[in-house]
């Protein structure tokens, strides 16, 4: 009975229009899978879909931490559109009074539109009070977490304390807090944290909200998001489903599972990621064995580079400079593997898209409405008939100020700025630095002087973009103001 169930979902899918699934990594970095080059960690499951699929060489988020880029990839819009950005504090932190504005249409309520059901899997971090929690922005399910897995310390300090000790002048005080939870994500332990998790179903009436565990059994997160996310296809599988898994994992502190611990040559670092990638092959293979891969167009990607402080605990870009944080190649570019079989064309991709052209994409394939002003591109025809992508150019937002700006093969840096106490000090470059990332991915030859006129002609779009957007104030800013 169950086989019959099966097999007539796998007819009616044939011509519905195709679910979409998100599998996306926090801070893996662009060189972290065998198929972008990693020496030691082992990725079969992700290296295999995007062999027969489309693996993308030049792929972009929109900014380059968590936050804001997973604000772009569910709007299909900048930060400084939607407001989900800082100037001074970079992302969301636990009590929140904001979160995503309920006037921002994400890709669970689009495609909810069209008749799809949506779920979230893992960490949400656009806004933890009830009001702006995912059930409240178009998804019917979520199980995760609200936040990043290392904010909400147990050290007894929330985040009010630490901004008030910044703004009484206590830096000294708050560099020894910083210190002391450095040494900890060294050697991490779930009671380290106190983070929650959530499940929370939308209803009839309203939202129905569960307090799973606290704190998280973090070595238990990815194996539990996988067998959540499996649930969900199963549920849903006679139906077209938008199902965003965010993984807490690779964000530091990492955690394992059992099974995993101690067994990638690539460290622990390489056991948190052959975990995901084991999670992604049992996600693909129940797409398989339910009829539904065909139906199925899948997304693996991550919400921005590595965390390069972290030191052992922390990804690499591969051939990229620097990380997580930076308007830098290492910072915002990022492995993207497409998979839907018998529809995709596949290859290597190395024109450039965008976590800000997913939503467009998606509504297009979906049949759904494409009203309303964003910032993507629809990447459907290179897709699926391998024509060339229709981004051509690409923005790099650091804090709300645009820092640099690709056109082509070139990109040009107005400022460029390390992270988190990493060189280069901010400098603003007058005139600005010019690197030809086709020859040099690693941003190491300046070579303004030698064409002029590459420079003037990115200083033109530079020009056309900013005359295009409608910025919003900063929401993450709004927690400086009591
Ligand atoms: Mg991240």
Redesign the pocket.
């Known amino acids: 009975m169950i086989l019959l169930c099966s097999a007539a979902a796998g007819l009616q899918a044939a011509d519905r229009s195709p679910n979409i699934v998100i599998l996306f990594a ?2 893996l970095g662009y060189g972290d899978l065998s198929s972008y080059g990693h020496p030691l960690i082992r990725t079969p499951n992700l290296d295999a879909l995007g062999a027969a699929g489309q693996r993308w060489t030049d792929f972009y988020m929109a900014a380059s ?2 936050s804001p ?1 997973r604000g772009a990839l569910l709007t299909g819009r900048l930060p400084n559109r939607t407001g989900l950005y800082g100037r001074r504090i970079g992302v969301f932190f636990p009590d929140a009074q904001t979160g995503m504005p309920q006037e921002e249409r994400t890709l669970a309520e689009a495609l909810g539109e069209v008749g799809y059901r949506s779920a979230i899997i893992g960490k949400w971090h656009l806004g933890d009070a009830p009001e702006y929690l995912p059930t409240r922005h178009g998804f019917h399910y979520w199980y995760g977490i609200p936040y ?1 897995n290392d904010m909400d310390w147990a050290d007894g300090r929330n985040f009010d304390e630490l901004i008030a000790m910044r703004l009484a002048g206590q830096g000294e005080e708050l560099e020894k807090v910083y210190e002391a939870r450095q040494a900890l994500y060294a050697d991490p332990r779930i009671e380290y944290w106190n983070v929650p998790i959530w499940r929370s179903v939308r209803t009839e009436t309203g939202y129905n909200n569960t307090l799973v565990e606290r704190p998280a059994r973090q070595t238990e997160l990815t194996r539990r998001y996988t067998e959540e996310a499996i649930g969900f296809i199963e549920r849903n599988r006679t139906r077209p489903f938008f199902l965003y898994v965010p993984y807490s994992m690779p ?1 530091t502190p990492l955690f394992r599972s059992e099974a995993f611990a101690g067994r990638s040559p690539g460290g622990r670092y390489g056991d948190v990621i052959e975990e995901i990638d084991w999670s992604v092959g049992a996600i693909v293979r129940r797409l398989q064995s339910l009829g539904l891969a065909d139906d199925t167009l899948v997304l693996f990607t ?3 580079g590595p ?1 390069l402080t972290m030191n052992e605990h922390s990804g690499s870009a591969g051939p990229l400079r620097h990380g ?1 944080g930076t308007t830098f190649e290492g910072g915002m570019r990022v492995p993207a593997v497409f998979s839907w079989p018998g529809r995709l064309k596949p290859g290597v991709v190395s024109d450039i898209g965008s976590a800000l052209d997913v939503f467009v994409t998606a509504l297009a394939l979906a049949g759904a409405d494409p009203t309303g002003v964003t910032d993507g591109f629809d990447l459907s025809a290179t897709l699926l008939e391998g024509a060339p992508s229709p981004r051509t150019e690409m923005p790099y937002y650091r804090q709300g100020e645009l820092r640099a700006y690709r056109q082509g093969e070139y990109k040009l840096h107005l400022i460029t700025e390390g992270a988190y106490g990493q060189p280069p000090e901010r400098t603003e470059h007058e005139p600005p630095l010019l690197y030809r990332l086709s020859d040099d991915p690693g941003e190491n030859v300046e070579v303004s002087a030698q064409n002029p006129e590459v420079v003037a002609g990115i200083l033109s779009a530079i020009e056309r973009h900013r005359a295009n957007l409608t910025e919003r104030p900063p929401l993450f800013d709004a927690r400086l103001t009591p």
Request: proline share 0%; with cysteine; charged share 35%.
């Open positions: 926090d801070d931490v968590c880029s990043s964000h991550s919400d921005n965390w997580k």
